[in-house]
């Protein structure tokens, strides 16, 4: 007799934002298979020196969360707004993507709105 392996719940797919100090989002091809990742001077046309706080907005408005380096983003979560998703520097693109890709396996993007997650 066979069992049923008890079926894994769909989670809609991460919405990320990547900060101006990222690659292009095809650099990151694992995470590009799990999420939608924008960026925001690729995508958006931000300048680098944009305000975080324009960034956030941004975010909020397009129901994204924020990957960034920046710590300066960790005052700026608010309930049921943009999530923040924090990566220490130092880290090769490569090592970004693994990173990425493994935390948001499984999750529940809605479980990390308006929160600031370190990665």
């Known amino acids: 007799m066979r069992t049923k392996k008890p079926k894994q719940k769909k989670f809609p797919k ?4 990547l900060d101006s100090a990222f690659a292009k989002p095809q650099v990151f091809r694992k995470t590009i298979k799990k999420a939608s990742v924008k960026h925001i001077r690729h995508d958006f046309n931000l300048a680098t020196e944009t305000e975080d706080q324009e960034i956030y907005s941004l975010a909020s408005q397009a129901g994204m969360s ?3 380096l920046d710590l300066g983003f960790k005052k700026l979560a608010k309930q049921n707004q943009a999530g923040v ?11 970004i993507d693994n990173k990425l890709s493994t935390f948001i396996s499984g999750k ?7 929160k600031t997650t370190k990665i």
């Open 108 to 114: 529940n993007p809605q479980d990390y709105k308006g």
């Open 14 to 17: 991460f919405r990320l934002l």
């Open 66 to 68: 924020i990957v960034t």
């Open 85 to 95: 998703l924090i990566l220490s520097s130092g880290l090769s693109n490569e090592q």
